[in-house]
């Protein structure tokens, strides 16, 4: 079968293989692959940055934002033939460490869980991968190629859980979201926020193309600059360290900072601790980063996408792009939101 593949840490190194089909060990779940989604993690694994191939394997299959159709499933898993599902992406460590032996594998302690198409264990951009029953979601097919945002939308589902649950610290009625950033994921932040009945914004610098109009018709309201209010919530989508201070020191006293993004090359950029520090101690300020999720997390932002406006969901995807042209997908070109590599019509 074919697969999209790549040396980990050689730059450049992506192709389209012919590669063994999947073994039952992999997962007892078999399915075809419809879709995967490709993002900024993708890319960086291309330009060799990190990754890690499989124990004894040179090359790793990538693609960690899976859509599938099942072929085969064991009886009494709760999957059949047929039905659309996504793959996790995070297995926790084989220890295993506290976290991952309570299924909290998104929060695993001495990083030794596997991600797929990232960290040690083959990805989704084949023709066919196998999967277990408790790491594969079913979504309603009611969603069709949108269900490919489910494994971005489940990091946002996670963010939202630990901000409620920081916000019991205290007496605490949000009501102003701020989201920094208005690519896949700030978008789903951004859906969750106005699903929640919050007055949400977001800041992005783009003047024209999509992501305008995506946020006004979502409800919320669309900024090139960090608007002249303190938020209560603020879900940071960039990774700038400009943005970071902006966020934590514009924010409401007693506000939550969500950390989401990765700077990629401003992993250098200086910033005046001093100055957050003073902010953060003296307001009563909340700052944290998230990253993966888990099943939990996963059941939750389906429902989230499964209540939103399906013709919505549908223009953030931008590009569809088939398996004979596969390189165009990893390109990055002006108008992207999210870009789709379709295995099947």
Known sequence: MRAITLEPGKPRSQR???ISEPPEAQGAILVRSLAVGICGTDRELIDGLYGEAVPGRERLVIGHESLGRVIKAPAHSGFGTGDIVVGIVRHPDPVPCPNCALGEWDMCRNGRYTERGIKQADGFSAECWRSDPGFTVKVSPVLGLAAVLLEPASVLAKAWE???RIGRRSRWAPQRVLVTGAGPVGLMAALMGVQRGFDVHVMDRNESGPKPALVRDLGASYHRKFPAFEPDIVIECTGSPAVIVQAVTGSAPGSIVCL???????LDAQFDVAK???SMVLE???VFGTVNANLRHYHAAADALAHASRAWLDRI?????PLKDWQQAYEKRDGDVKTVLLFED
């Open 260 to 266: 989401t993004g990765l700077g990629g090359g401003q």
């Open 284 to 286: 009563n300020r909340v």
């Open 276 to 278: 957050l520090n003073q």
């Open 317 to 321: 995807i931008t590009r569809r792009v």
């Open 162 to 164: 630990h901000i409620e």
């Open 16 to 18: 389209l293989d012919e």
